[in-house]
């Protein structure tokens, strides 16, 4: 099989820079570009005319909610998947089941869920959950099950240490049923991983580091009599010269300040995620050696929590990595880039027709009228005319 890629909504809005100044800058491009639904009508659009399978949308209180806004975009597109962040701990599994069940309908199968079970203790008590990390990996493993189970059309009788269900049913199941994707580094992630999850994510690290988790992953599963796919969340700054490529990078930063970055890494090392603590190592909260391996730059770490690396370098550059990650297992690229739709042109005109020529990736097949149509779902849907990007 080729690989997959998805896309990035960013539903918190969006820049030029990692950090937008408050206000523009007479005469300078940039500034907050806000996350309106014409602005990621025009991202999703973009992302299913070039190929990409789905698209992740984030959870947290820093954005806005993923259900309802993909919800409404899959009224405008026609095969892009949603790929929907949740919080096992913010809402019951029935009701997420029952979600998940209208979801499917009125999008057509295009629901992809990513289990997120919360790293941060502060974050999680916002929402009014207050267990422990270790507790919240029991629940979410107890969670899948009861929605699993949900989802077969049975009824559902349930007790667990953190969650109890009596007479669980619902009226519609998911057809198909949503794929469940999941991340997380600790001990108890990787178990969760291997027993209970379709494809597992990693943040993205350096190969070697990559390949050593995801074979620990595989042999977890493998106890289990389980095989998973496995995908990386990486950034990505694709230019047609290498020279172009770092320079792009650089102004992600521009006009940070090293007490900014400071206080970024301050908060961050507070953190329990340990995928974000290897996140920090990468780069120590240093603007020095920065490219942690070749092509592979831990600057975005520096400004922001999350995903903090990314693929920089030409398309032809870009293009090797992507293949060197998925000779070691890696099935799917999660990518984004700043600005999101003018980045997610540059990749998807520079790096995806290397992938294509190489055979490593297999684009959706041209109608005669020249439109791109789908490979995934009820098939031959064609797409029409794509923005361009807002200027």
């Known amino acids: 099989m080729s690989i997959a890629f998805h896309w990035f909504l960013p539903t918190n809005g969006d820049g030029r820079r990692l950090v937008e100044p408050p206000l523009p800058v007479p005469g300078i491009a940039g500034g907050q570009r806000p996350a309106t639904f014409g602005y990621l009508t025009q991202i999703a659009l973009a992302a299913e005319s070039f190929g990409f399978e789905g698209a992740l949308t984030p ?81 979410c493993a107890e969670f899948l099950q009861i929605v699993r189970g949900l989802w077969s059309g049975e009824r559902v009788d349930f007790e667990g240490t953190h969650l109890h269900v009596a007479g669980g049913a619902l009226g519609r199941v998911p057809d198909p049923l949503p794929e469940l994707y999941f991340g997380g580094s600790s001990p108890a992630a990787l178990e969760v ?31 289990h009599g389980r095989t998973l796919r496995y995908g990386i969340r990486l950034h990505v700054v694709s230019r047609d010269t290498s020279e172009e ?24 090392a507070t953190t329990e995620s340990e995928g974000q603590q290897r996140m920090l190592a990468l780069h120590g909260g240093s603007r020095a050696n920065l490219e942690v391996a070749p092509n592979l730059w831990a600057g975005v770490g520096l400004a922001r929590g999350g995903a903090g690396t990314a693929l920089v370098g030409s398309h032809e550059e870009v293009a090797d990595r992507i293949e060197e990650y998925a000779a070691l297992g890696i099935d799917e690229f999660v990518l984004s880039g700043y600005p999101h739709l003018e980045e997610l ?9 290397l992938l294509e ?22 098939g031959g849907v064609s797409f029409g005319v794509v923005p361009r990007p807002e200027r």
């Open 193 to 223: 991983a291997a027993q209970h999850v379709d494809a597992y994510l990693t943040w993205g690290e350096p190969p070697a580091q990559v390949e050593e988790k995801i074979s620990r992953v595989r042999a977890l599963a493998a106890e």
């Open 245 to 268: 490529a770092w320079a792009a990078a650089d102004k992600l930063l521009e006009g940070i300040s090293a007490e900014e970055i400071a206080k970024v890494h301050a908060r961050m």
């Open 345 to 353: 042109y540059w990749f998807g005109e520079g790096v995806l027709p």
């Open 357 to 378: 020529r190489r055979g490593a990736w297999k684009r959706p097949v041209a109608s005669a009228a020249g439109m791109r149509t789908s490979t995934l779902g009820s």
């Open 59 to 139: 959870t947290g209180p820093w954005c806005d909610d993923a259900w309802i806004t993909t919800a409404a975009l899959a009224q405008r597109t026609e095969r892009l998947k949603f790929l929907v962040a949740f919080r096992p701990g913010a809402m019951s599994p029935t009701l997420a089941a029952q979600m998940a069940a209208t979801h499917q309908f009125h999008s057509g199968g295009r629901l992809v869920l990513n289990v997120v079970t919360g790293g941060d203790t502060a974050e999680q008590n916002a929402y009014g959950d207050w267990l422990d990390k270790d507790g919240r990996y029991e629940r």
